[in-house]
């Protein structure tokens, strides 16, 4: 069975302080993994995945195979940033997707 | 980017009403569409997949007769609670997909069941 977990529910921050987001998955077959993000009161948003190898915003997420974890990172984070951030595991080729719970960011002025 | 269109934002009707849910995608044709349940302060739960032309395949757990989906272009699908009680009251979200390109969410439906 799929699965991704998010362990932080919350995440606060000082404005420019580095910031990383944990998320580790199970999947027995060749992982494609996502970060989404929900601004207050907005539709989730795609962040970005790791096919792509591309930063977003300052954001950058490396997929270690061997610890299966994607972490989201971002070395000076903004206020704007502020957000719930969704880790998503995709599985059938990157059709079906499993979410994890969750990681609220607070950066704070 | 992609935009999905999902309608009403938010209802509020009486224990046993039927609620139905559209979800468009305006500017791509999605070969799937995916319907989620979340709960406050919770993650998304995929309840359904939906492809056009076919019957939607449920998640473990998910009543079909209670939740109607049809899907009967590439860019509308709709979900029917059916008979509707306080513990259907969720956030209904919506996304479509198509081969190469990730998912693009709608903004999602409060229901709320009185």
């Known amino acids: 069975a799929q699965r991704v977990t998010q362990p932080e529910k919350l995440l606060s921050v000082f404005k420019g302080a580095p910031v990383e987001l944990k998320c580790n998955y199970s999947?027995?077959?060749?992982?494609?993994l996502f970060w989404y993000v929900q601004y207050s009161r907005q539709r989730l948003q795609l962040l970005l995945r790791?096919?792509s190898r591309e930063s977003i915003k300052g954001f950058t997420a490396d997929l270690n195979k061997g610890e299966t974890s994607f972490h989201l990172k971002k070395p000076f984070a903004q206020e704007e940033d502020s957000a719930m951030y969704y880790c998503?595991?995709?599985?059938?080729?990157?059709?079906?997707?499993?979410f994890g719970g969750g990681t609220r960011l607070m950066v704070k002025p | 980017g992609a935009v999905v269109s999902q309608h009403p934002s938010r209802v509020i009707c009486k224990s046993g009403t039927s609620v139905k849910i559209e979800c468009r995608s305006l500017?791509?044709?999605?070969?799937?569409m995916f319907w989620y349940r979340q709960f406050p302060k919770q993650s998304l739960m995929l309840m359904a997949t939906?492809?056009?032309?076919?019957?939607?395949?449920?998640e473990q757990g998910v009543e079909k007769d209670k939740f109607l989906i049809n899907h009967a272009s590439l860019t509308l699908s709709t979900l029917t609670v059916t008979s509707a009680h306080p513990e259907d009251s969720s956030f209904y979200i919506c996304?479509?997909?198509?081969?190469?390109?990730?998912?693009?969410f709608g903004d999602g439906t409060r229901l709320s069941i009185l």
């Open positions: 996304s479509a997909f198509r081969p190469d390109q990730p998912q693009h």
């Open positions: 999947y027995s077959g060749s992982p494609e």
């Open positions: 790791h096919i």
């Open positions: 998503a595991l995709g599985s059938n080729a990157g059709n079906m997707l499993t």
């Open positions: 500017d791509f044709q999605a070969t799937t």
């Open positions: 939906s492809n056009e032309g076919s019957k939607a395949t449920y």
